[in-house]
């Protein structure tokens, strides 16, 4: 197949060919350009023991979905990817203690997992969900389950995106770097 060269088409087929160019450019550019408005608010709340959680709400769907992202990282990273989700969903991404825009801790005492877990609580309180999806992403999907062990009654469902494996194979290669699992 030989390449598009205008110096090799009469000019008649070339301006065919640019005008046929432009109709679809103009077509197909406003489609693809259209924005698409997300209620959006944020906020803290304060736990038990004084840690401020730093909250993000996203869309105004039916159903909330509470993400839980993974590392010392904070929610955003999750964001871009899970925007479209708040075309029909509430999206309630919050950032763990200890991460993100959430309070930094010195006491690493509170940093176990059954203070992630109670964080979670506090978070479903606050908003009143009776029953929780949540949607976690590598650590997260630990506390996550954890939550479940903890509250199954609390829990709708679950979507777990990656998760670091609860193992203890796992605990042994990775306690050194993961510290808040091993409280």
Known sequence: MTPINSRNMPKKECLK???GMFLVLQIYT??????IRLKSSEGYL???DSVHLFY????EGKDTILVVHGGFYNSGYLSPDLTPLAAHHTLLFYDMRASGYS????DTAKLGISDHVNDIEIIRKHFQLKKLTLMAHSMGGIISGYYAVVY???VKSMIL???IPAKA???MNFDSKLPILTH
Do not use: C, D, F, Y
């Open 152 to 154: 199954p009654e609390r």
């Open 17 to 19: 060919l640019l005008v």
């Open 161 to 163: 995106i990656n998760p």
């Open 103 to 106: 309070s930094l801790l010195k």
């Open 30 to 35: 406003p489609a693809q350009s259209q924005t």
């Open 46 to 48: 304060q736990t038990e």
């Open 56 to 59: 993000k709400i996203l869309g």
């Open 169 to 171: 194979e796992w605990e």
